[in-house]
């Protein structure tokens, strides 16, 4: 998390779009006055497109 | 040659419930085995672990886990071991299995691993009892899975962690951590016992590929890290 005068940005990874909707509203409480970007990202969970040979 | 698939910081729970099931219907297609590298749940929580179960139960293929530091939080770690094992996903704590895989055997050993950090930089066995403890936690956990690696004879050996053996696959976390992110004695653990590869968790914001100080080769397969359900190895035998 990172506080630059009235903006908080937080970073990061999370397993579902309903945790990262959380971290904005546990925000928005606890610093009503704030602006807050969320950058959290939720963690891709598809099938993986490439596989590695090692040799 | 074989095929390896692993995922790593997980982090499941209720409201995560099937979320790597659909991906996982395939896994037969892709992999011989699956290994899980520890933060099964996020809170180390019965009803997580409950939840780890259903998603990695009666694949196609052998599923073996590491529990990480996640999943000790609520000190339910033998329980949820337990739960685990009985659903026939092979929890390794010091421990290992073998696998034959057509005309290849396949020999995992794991254990979560510790922090403690790496050349020139690391904790030692010094001063306060509590500095002691913690690196003593270290070393042992380092010397079973050595023990555990030791054993093994078989074609192709994993070593299974949740902490990194190396600081390579931590770059991307703030260095100030990197005590708590690994230690040197897990690679010492692979170096001295012929590893093919070594395949860790726990560093979300690491990078995938590493190597120890011996060669061997070291992914993190922390699920932020991989950006897919699972990433895949493939091994050639008898090296
Ligand atoms: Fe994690
Ligand atoms: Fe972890």
Do not use: W
């Not at chain 2, 990197?178 to 990078?207: K, M, R, S, W």
């Amino acid at each position: 998390m990172t506080v630059r005068g009235e903006h908080i940005v937080v970073s990061g990874d999370v397993a579902t779009e309903q945790r990262r909707a959380e971290i904005s509203e546990v925000l928005r409480d606890v610093a009503p006055d704030m602006v807050i970007h969320n950058d959290i990202r939720v963690v891709c969970a598809d099938e993986p497109t490439r596989r590695e040979e090692l040799r | 040659m074989i095929r390896i698939a692993a995922v790593g910081d997980v982090h499941l729970g209720e409201d995560a419930r099937g979320r790597l099931r659909p991906a996982l219907e395939h896994l037969g297609d892709h992999a011989d085995v699956l290994l899980l590298a520890g933060d099964l749940t996020r809170h180390g929580a019965l009803d997580e672990a409950q939840v780890v179960a259903d998603e990695f139960a009666d694949l196609p293929v052998p599923v073996i886990a590491v529990l990480g530091n996640h999943d000790y939080h609520s000190d339910k770690q033998v329980e949820i071991t337990d739960l685990l094992m009985e659903r026939g996903i092979r929890v390794l704590e010091g421990t290992s299995v073998t696998l034959r895989i057509g005309e290849c055997s396949l020999g995992i050993a794991g254990a979560k691993g510790f922090g403690g950090g790496f050349a020139g930089k690391s904790g030692s066995v010094f001063g306060e009892p509590e500095m002691k403890a913690f690196v003593q936690h270290t070393v042992e956990i380092s010397d079973r899975l050595r023990a555990a690696l030791a054993e093994l004879d078989t074609d192709i050996k994993i070593a299974l962690t949740h902490y990194s053996p190396v600081a390579d696959t931590l770059r991307g976390e703030p260095p100030e951590i990197f005590p708590f992110l690994g230690c040197y004695q897990l690679a010492e653990a692979i170096d001295a016992t012929n590893v093919d590869l070594a395949i860790h968790g726990h560093a979300h914001f690491g990078t995938e590929q590493g190597v120890t100080a011996g060669g061997v080769r070291v992914r993190n397969v922390a699920q932020p890290v991989i950006g897919s359900a699972f990433a895949v190895y493939c091994v050639e035998g008898g090296q």
